[in-house]
Structure formats: C-alpha cells, structure tokens
C-alpha cells in the first residue's frame, strides 16, 4: 500500500486554478506532524525542481510566488498546492514529498 496518496491533478486553462493533495495515509499522526514536506514538479526533458515546501515556515521558487500556497492540515494528514493564475510553463508531473516519502506523481497540463 502506497505511503503517500496524491489527488487532483488534471487539465486546466491559463489563468484557473487547480489544486493538488497528497495524504500520507500511512503515517501516523505524530510524524506527520514534524515531517518536513514539499512539492517538486519536473516537466519533460528538465530535472526535478522544488515548488514549495512547508515545515516550520513556508518557501516558495520564485516562478510560483504569489500564485501557489502550500498548507497542511495535521488532521488530516495531508499535504496541499493551491496552484492558481497557472501559466503554460507549470505543465509538469508533481511529486509530493513527505519526508522520507514520495508520491507517485500527478499530472498536471496547462493549455494556453
């Protein structure tokens, strides 16, 4: 069974708004709770690169500041990237991290 569940992925505009989950069905709740954790994306031809990542605090690339929010919900276990005003260039599989943990990856395409 999958450590780690991602959702929500999919086809979307230019300019709309998408967003990703990934749950860490597995995981208790503690860990869960000081895991750092983060999404990378890597487009095709191009290495994996970090989006945004959440622990203590928040850091954002600078190619999705201001347009992507990462949060988490303990309860829930669950990881989000609330991805809006999406461009072309964010076409990518998304990978959720939670460490030591990855997901399987979620596609997501942007038509201009």
């Known amino acids: 069974q999958k450590q780690l569940v991602e959702s929500g992925g999919g086809s979307v505009r230019a300019g709309g708004s998408l967003t990703l989950s990934c749950r860490a069905q597995?995981?208790?709740?503690?860990?869960?709770?000081?895991?750092?954790m983060g999404w990378y994306r890597q487009a095709p031809g191009k290495e994996r690169e970090l989006v945004a990542s959440?622990?203590?605090?928040?850091t954002y690339a600078d190619f999705v500041k201001g347009r992507f929010t990462i949060s988490r919900d303990n309860g829930r276990r669950t990881v989000y990237l609330q991805m809006n005003s999406v461009e072309p260039e964010d076409t990518a599989t998304y990978y959720c991290?939670?460490?030591?943990?990855w997901g399987q990856g979620i596609l997501v395409t942007v038509s201009s």
């Open positions: 991290n939670v460490q030591p943990y």
């Open positions: 597995r995981m208790i709740l503690s860990t869960f709770r000081g895991a750092s």
């Open positions: 959440i622990s203590e605090g928040t």
